[in-house]
């Protein structure tokens, strides 16, 4: 297969993720309406854990048939990177959760993309220098922000308030993933954040959570798709496809997200935006692509954080 035929796959996989990842917000927004955040994260990232176990598996075998030393999963610097990101993805996942519940699947949507603009300004903590167009690319998402949440007397409704404090934590979760993953197995790092955040999830959920049977019933379709469809499979396509596209080819294909969280929302639970936070939402996806096609943050690491 030549280079621009392995490209141009790896490109479908990556729109086929973003498709996957948008339409997530609509089963995080439907799922809610029957359990509360912390039981759906738990058991969403339980599912998810557990579905990269043959990817494991595979990248193993692959490392031991080629001669290349496997790292173990009892390892301990892979165990506390592990537990430290599941942490931080619990944070954010928990206030996505939450804020979803009071807002739109499109906007929680182009909020949480966000993380994609504030990964290299919050780099600057690090020592690292946003190029200009990732400056200008912020200032549009801000103004897009704006538009698409502020609707009158300057105030932000709650549940937008928590998504993008959620966005934050993400963008903070891609920074520690850009430190982590040089250095140990990707995949398991990443499965060990998801069991991470399923644990503490689910004590979260037993301290402060009731659910009954049926609940849980009238959940599990959102949830599967959550688990096995966001972080399993998403994950999966997405590690496949990065290895053969251009870091800033896969940025760009995966913050259109957004664009199918509105139109998973659309089609599926009938949600309107206004002519106001469409236009703020074209404000954002123009930021985000303007500092994704010359900043390049896909290079920082960006790990999947749905």
Not at 202 to 222: F, G, K, Q, V
Not at 224 to 251: E, F, K, N, W
Not at 268 to 287: K, N, T, W, Y
Request: glycine share 10%.
């Amino acid at each position: 297969m030549s280079i621009a035929s392995s490209r141009s796959r790896a490109n479908l996989l990556l729109l086929l993720t973003a498709v996957i990842w948008g339409f997530a917000f609509v089963a995080q927004r439907s799922g809610m309406a029957h359990v509360g955040p912390f039981t759906f994260n738990a058991i969403r990232f339980l599912i998810g854990g557990l579905a990269l176990l043959p990817l494991m598996l595979i990248f193993d075998r692959r490392r031991a048939a080629a001669k290349v030393p496997v790292v173990a999963i009892s390892n301990r610097a892979l165990l506390r990177g592990g537990m430290l990101a599941g942490a931080v993805i619990f944070a954010a996942a928990t206030l996505q959760q939450m804020g979803i519940a009071s807002t739109t699947a499109g906007k929680a949507g182009f909020i949480t993309s966000l993380y994609v603009v504030l990964v290299p300004l919050l780099g600057l903590a690090l020592g690292h220098r946003p190029p200009a167009a990732v400056w200008a690319g912020a200032i549009l998402a801000t103004a897009g922000l704006y538009f698409l949440t502020i609707e009158g007397g300057f105030r932000m409704a709650w549940g937008d308030a928590l998504v993008l404090a959620g966005a934050f934590l993400w963008a903070g979760h891609v920074l520690l993933i850009g430190h982590l993953s040089p250095t140990t197995d990707p995949v398991k790092l990443a499965f060990l954040q998801f069991m991470a955040c399923a644990a503490l999830s689910a004590l979260a959920a037993a301290l402060t959570e009731t659910t009954s049977t049926a609940d849980l019933r009238a959940a599990l379709p959102p949830i599967l798709y959550a688990g096995i469809m966001s972080v399993g499979v998403g994950y999966t396509l997405q590690v496949i496809a990065q290895g053969h596209a251009r870091p800033a080819d896969a940025a760009i294909l995966l913050s259109l997200e957004a664009v199918f969280a509105v139109i998973g929302g659309w089609l599926l639970l009938g949600e309107q935006l206004s002519p106001r936070a469409l236009f703020g939402c074209a404000l954002m996806l123009a930021g985000i692509l303007l500092s994704q096609g010359v900043g390049r943050p896909a290079d920082t690491g960006v790990e999947i954080s749905h």
